[in-house]
């Protein structure tokens, strides 16, 4: 049974810095297409970055390219999400996600829930003006 377990959010003012972690047990990591997505209060849920296996290659919703870089460390089963100049309207709830049995990856192949299997808890980050 594939688990995630985001951590790191938080309280920011913006123009801060958070870094989040999403810890994943179970199965093969590094076998695993991993993604980000972040929920708003009344907002549908939206896609931020995804990360190819080996971490070699990420894409980014254009709200957060230059802003946000994610990461992973496959020895540590391990995404991260580095986030930096955070404005007022990023504040949300951000999940991270596992696609188990990704056949492929490309820039639009990991951008919509449906592509994953897996969901973490969610963790809150809030931004303050």
């Known amino acids: 049974q594939v688990q995630l377990v985001e951590s790191g959010g938080g309280l920011v003012q913006a123009g801060g810095s958070l870094r989040l972690s999403c810890a994943a047990s179970g199965g093969t990591f590094s076998s695993y297409v991993m993604g980000w997505f972040r929920q708003a209060p009344g907002k549908a849920r939206e896609f931020v970055a995804a990360?190819?296996?080996?971490?070699?290659?990420?894409y980014y919703a254009d709200f957060v390219t230059g802003r946000f870089t994610m990461s992973r460390d496959n020895a540590k089963n391990t995404v991260y999400l580095q986030m930096n100049s955070l404005k007022p309207e990023d504040t949300a709830v951000y999940y991270c996600?596992?696609?188990?049995?990704?056949?492929?990856?490309?820039?639009?192949?990991?951008?919509?829930?449906?592509?994953?299997?897996?969901w973490g808890q969610g963790t809150q980050v809030t931004v303050s003006s």
């Open positions: 990360v190819n296996r080996n971490g070699g290659i990420t």
């Open positions: 996600a596992l696609d188990q049995n990704a056949s492929y990856y490309s820039a639009n192949s990991h951008r919509r829930s449906y592509d994953y299997d897996y």
